[in-house]
């Protein structure tokens, strides 16, 4: 994955960085996951954030190999 360095305003890493510490993820990724959700969210403007969190949530478990067959019966 390429990087580039982009300037950001203090008070977003300054709070990206609370929340990184937090969740234990770095400033950086913290920052990433923030685009990702907006970026689904805006993609997805009906849905509700918790819907869009749980598919983000179910796509790194299917790439973990974590799910199991759902048993309708």
Do not use: C
Not at 1 to 12: C, F, G
């Amino acid at each position: 994955m390429a990087s580039n360095s982009i300037r950001l305003d203090q008070n977003l890493i300054e709070k990206a960085t609370i929340m990184a510490k937090a969740l234990d993820r770095t400033t950086p990724k913290q920052i990433e996951h923030w685009a990702k959700i907006g970026e689904l969210m805006e993609d997805n403007p009906d849905l509700p954030y918790e819907f869009v969190k749980q598919a983000i949530i179910a796509k790194a478990e299917r790439e973990a190999g974590k799910l199991e067959a759902y048993d309708f019966g």
